[in-house]
């Protein structure tokens, strides 16, 4: 299976309250974004990288890599309007995978079985998303009007949202549409299902200030079970 | 307005992974339940706090509070075989209180905020309960079919959940249901309408051994912002 990974990295610092991009910010030393591209070097040596940028980080990302000598072989590729059409575009630029995989460069610390299972998964069923089950009770509704529903039935979805190419070349075919939250959803809308596979508690998104430090914590723990 | 609060702590610790039931487990030197019961005796001195453990642990408790110095004047009353039927026989041991709060032991990162904002909301409308909305993608079903659904239309539900008392010790009265999830749902079942407010980030649940750690970090980081 020749594997590749699409990581997105669209994010300004605006809700870190702060004027480094959350993807550059620093995790034990090291820009998020080197943490999450190891990660997929590590599981798969011969795997092909595409780094999706805003156009106007991408000299600051090289200065990174040199500053960091940081030197895991990656495509860079410039964002689109939204996150569909930066994952668009990063789709189009590889013309050689069997299973490709769309990863958050914000999830720095997914886990080795969590790539494995989604690329595994998808190499067999077309799609694979890493999910977990929904602990907190959930309401569905506004805060003047809402109702309790089971949330047993409710799964929360992570990245690597993995597909086979074939079948994600041609879903990022289609024309744009509002609907278009996550990368299921636009596979989705061919009609072809989705399959959901565990992912791991320590792949949290990191979007507000303390997701930072909840992440060097879990960090030190990944590192410590090895 | 006279306030009480209803703090159900009915944890073994056997997702911890311990002998410890989670709410005598320590955060910075001092047992969850403590922090728990300093929270709302902070808030207002004069509240009426009422504690339901297992009757197994409650001789436990009482050893932890010498050994801790623990002075608050609180109530232990003994749980019952559900959730439904611990907070039972808790809200029936109070008879004085205008406003009752019902909170999970293993919550002790509540703000002064919410828990604010839960009496007032409670005393004008009869029912408030803190939420945060859902930041995840979500899905709905389970992992051989699923579909995507809008997640700004959910929101996550903590606790203290909270209400008039007249109120409470009616929807109280009712039989137990297995719908019964949380104490919004006994209430709902009566025909009452649940009002939703803003909770706070850090008012996380300790269920899981990384949560602990986690509250660690929050806690110290509360400390730094008062």
Redesign the interface.
């Known amino acids: 299976m020749k594997r590749s990974v699409v990581i997105v990295a669209g994010g300004s610092g605006s809700r870190m309250g702060s004027d480094t991009p959350k993807q550059f910010m620093e995790l034990s030393q090291k820009p998020i974004l080197i943490h999450t591209i190891n990660k997929f070097y590590r599981f798969d040596k011969n795997i092909e990288i595409v780094l999706v940028l805003p156009e106007d980080q991408i000299k600051h990302w090289e200065t990174i890599c040199t500053e960091h000598s940081f030197s895991i072989a990656h495509h860079i590729v410039a964002g689109g309007k939204t996150r569909f059409h930066s994952v668009k575009n990063g789709v189009e630029s590889l013309s050689n995978s069997d299973v490709i995989a769309i990863h958050d460069g914000v999830r720095p610390l997914v886990s080795n079985d969590t790539i494995e299972r989604c690329y595994n998964t998808a190499n067999e069923t077309g799609s694979a998303i890493p ?1 977990l089950p ?18 047993t ?6 990245t690597p949202q993995t597909f086979r190419a074939k079948l994600l070349h041609k879903a990022y075919d289609q024309e744009w549409l509002p609907e278009f ?2 990368d ?2 636009v596979i ?1 809308k061919m009609g072809h ?5 565990i992912g791991n ?2 792949n949290i ?1 990191i ?2 200030q ?1 997701d930072l ?2 992440a060097e ?2 960090l030190q ?1 990944m590192k410590t079970e090895k």
Chains 1, 2 share one sequence.
């Not at 039935?153 to 992570?158: A, E, H, L």
Request: hydrophobic share 35%.
């Open positions: 999910v929904v602990t907190e009770s959930l309401r569905k509704g506004n805060l003047k009007k809402s109702k309790a529903v089971d949330r039935k409710f799964y929360s979805v992570q939250t996550d299921a959803s989705e299902p989705i399959t959901m596979v508690h320590e998104k979007t507000h303390p430090k909840i914590m879990l723990e």
